[in-house]
């Protein structure tokens, strides 16, 4: 681990311990890793005696933002997204509040002092592969008070949630991690020929950690309208019950016959072919859905008949004017993610093509949108309803010039 990484972990410490405000606004993402991040997070600071509300963004809207910063004299902290728009942030804030980033995709540092960014891509360590936010919250948590390493399995379904793995196995940092919870006695790492599978050992009984990786997935994503989010805090925290099944059920109802409808439009011919990308358009089909599902979707039938192997996976989806427990709030935009079928990811790791994050954000902010969260292998951005087509063009522009 990056000894600067702990010391500036250390550093912000000290703030939060100094600031006097006792209520932390927490703002986490929806899926495996923001859930696992924003449950370990909530629970370090109650034990300190903090209040903590939280809220659950699918991405951090500038609109949102600008809204969170018109505050003064607060304790904000973000997890799982955030790392890359530090500078932002760094404006809108201005000193007027006290401001934690614990993020793991691409990042820049921050520009405010009173803004501690610490994405461990800016020590060193690579987000799609050494760490995911979920660890970088327990390194967080652990530094604050060793106690909290009865954490560490949190941490652990997040880092094999968020599926980078290296030869079929968690590594670096996610690895440490894993490794720490199996001698807690609270992990089983089973070997296998293309990999490992990491088995939690619950009171209910042995868990793979990649299916309570989708358990969590499905409440944050696909019940993002519907509490699904605070259901999964919930079930990090305190285990899986009836109630949190009930809902996992219906959840998983409502996504299947949505996917399903689309994958029959895809092959039916409703997708775009472009030299480099493959794209299509769900408009408002996926709604009541969360809008992380779009990347979702593409993850589930990327390899199925309908997409080309070959070329980039690219779909939009309109994003809704509201935000739970935020109000509501005009975005009148779409969110593009974007995904890599086997064979490009391939490519992308053996540095034959380009990986997503060298592209899409570039493109993105030429069409002036907003893009935070992006790695090589997945990607999303936001932008204008209207610039669909013309996303891609820039995109096939720069993939050509490069």
Request: glycine share 8%; proline share 5%.
């Amino acid at each position: 681990m990056p000894a600067q990484l702990i010391k500036a972990m250390e550093k912000a410490i000290q703030e939060v311990a100094k600031w006097p405000e006792k209520t932390v606004q927490l703002f986490h993402h929806n899926d495996s890793d923001g859930l696992t991040s924003g449950a370990i997070l909530t629970r370090v600071f109650e034990r300190k005696g903090f209040d903590v509300k939280r809220y659950c963004l699918e991405k951090p809207y500038p609109a949102v933002l600008k809204r969170v910063f018109e505050q003064e004299g607060k304790l904000i902290v973000f997890t799982d997204f955030a790392g890359r728009i530090a500078p932002l942030i760094s404006e809108l804030n201005s000193g007027k509040n006290l401001t934690l980033i614990l993020d793991h995709h691409k990042a820049n540092p921050a520009t405010d002092p009173m803004v501690h960014n610490l994405d461990p891509e800016l020590f060193g360590l690579k987000g799609d592969l050494d760490i995911t936010a979920s660890t970088t919250c327990y390194l967080f948590a652990k530094t604050m008070d060793p106690a909290n390493q009865d954490l560490a399995y949190i941490a652990t379904i997040g880092a094999v949630g968020d599926q980078f793995f290296l030869n079929g196995r968690l590594a670096t940092q996610n690895r440490e991690v894993a490794l720490e919870t199996q001698r807690q006695g609270l992990l089983e790492i089973r070997e296998h020929d293309t990999g490992e599978d990491y088995i939690l050992l619950t009171p209910e009984g042995p868990m793979p950690c990649d299916e309570l990786g989708f358990y969590l997935d499905t409440l944050g994503a696909a019940g993002y309208y519907q509490a699904g989010p605070d259901m999964g805090i919930k079930v990090c925290l305190d285990g899986i019950t009836p109630e949190s099944d009930r809902m996992l059920k219906e959840l998983r109802s409502i996504q299947m016959k949505i996917f399903e409808d689309q994958i029959k439009k895809i092959r039916q011919g409703e997708i775009v072919q472009s030299k480099h990308i493959q794209w299509f358009h769900v408009q408002e089909r996926f709604n009541p859905m969360g809008v992380k599902m779009i990347g979702a979707f593409c993850d589930m039938y990327k390899e199925t008949e309908g997409f080309d192997p070959r070329k980039y996976i690219a779909g939009f989806q309109v994003i809704p004017n509201k935000i739970p427990g935020f109000g509501p709030i005009t975005f009148d935009e779409v969110k593009v993610s974007m995904r890599a079928p086997v064979f490009v990811e391939e490519e992308i790791r053996a540095g034959r093509m380009q990986g997503l994050d060298t592209f899409l954000p570039e493109a993105t902010g030429n069409l002036g949108g907003f893009s935070d969260a992006c790695h090589s292998l997945t990607a999303a951005t936001t932008l204008a309803i209207g610039k669909e087509a013309a996303l891609i063009a820039e995109m096939e522009r720069i993939l050509t010039t490069q």
